[in-house]
Antibody, heavy 119, light 107 residues
Framework: EVHLVQSGAEVKKPGESLKISCKGS????????IGWVRQMPEKGLEWMAL????????RYSPSFQGQVTISADKSISTAYLQWSSLKASDTAIYYC????????????WGQGTMVTVSS | DIQMTQSPSSLSASVGDRVTITCRAS??????LAWYQQKPGKVPQLLIY???TLQSGVPSRFSGGGSGTDFTLTISSLQPEDVATYYC?????????FGPGTKVDIK
């Protein structure tokens, strides 16, 4: 069975750095795109970025380009989302999701990682 | 970039009612349109992809339609467990923008 398991909740201060993870299992991690989605408190879903773990090809939403960095290590089936300097407005739940076979959308989602940024 | 809109933003209907949500793309997206359901406090789940293909395990009361720029999600007979926010998403090319969501509850 396909699973994405994300790292646990984080509480950080403004200006701190952070890297959260998303580990895939039950499929060939290298051959499926992984996306990241933000959900701010009581708000909708926002697509952030996408990575192909096989060659680390990336795509970013213009809204998030330069604000975050995504990466992946196919040897351990794990994708990452990182910030170099967090802001209070980064407080949100962050989901990773697998893009399924060609023509299929995001068919498997991680459980979400709650990131709280507060002084 | 292509913008996605949804209507209505919220609706309240009775159990057994037929419910339709509309999603519009600002440009054609070649039917690369998905619908997701997010129940309160839960992870989003894929309902429909390619505009009209039901994801495995999704009840048949859900259906998708449309093409080009205008799409619909229909619940043929609303059930209490369908209380959720529904999002459309374009996924033909990046950015894979979501619509703003439609909140559905029971009257």
């Amino acid at each position: 069975e396909v699973h994405l398991v994300q790292s646990g909740a984080e509480v950080k201060k403004p200006g701190e750095s952070l890297k959260i993870s998303c580990k895939g299992s039950g499929y060939n991690f290298a051959t499926y795109w992984i996306g990241w989605v933000r959900q701010m408190p009581e708000k909708g879903l926002e697509w952030m970025a996408l990575i192909y773990p096989g060659d680390s090809d990336t795509r970013y939403s213009p809204s998030f380009q330069g604000q975050v960095t995504i990466s992946a290590d196919k040897s351990i089936s794990t994708a990452y989302l990182q910030w170099s300097s967090l802001k209070a407005s980064d407080t949100a739940i962050y989901y990773c999701a697998r893009r399924g076979q060609p023509g299929i959308a995001f068919d498997t989602w991680g459980q979400g990682t709650m990131v709280t940024v507060s002084s | 970039d292509i913008q996605m809109t949804q209507s209505p933003s919220s609706l309240s209907a009775s159990v057994g009612d037929r419910v339709t949500i509309t999603c519009r793309a600002s440009q054609g997206i070649n039917n690369y349109l998905a619908w997701y359901q997010q129940k309160p406090g839960k992870v989003p789940q894929l309902l429909i992809y390619a505009a009209s293909t039901l994801q495995s395990g999704v009840p048949s009361r859900f259906s998708g339609g449309g093409s080009g720029t205008d799409f619909t999600l229909t619940i043929s007979s609303l059930q209490p467990e369908d209380v959720a926010t529904y999002y459309c998403q374009k996924y033909n090319s990046a950015p894979f923008t979501f619509g703003p969501g439609t909140k559905v509850d029971i009257k």
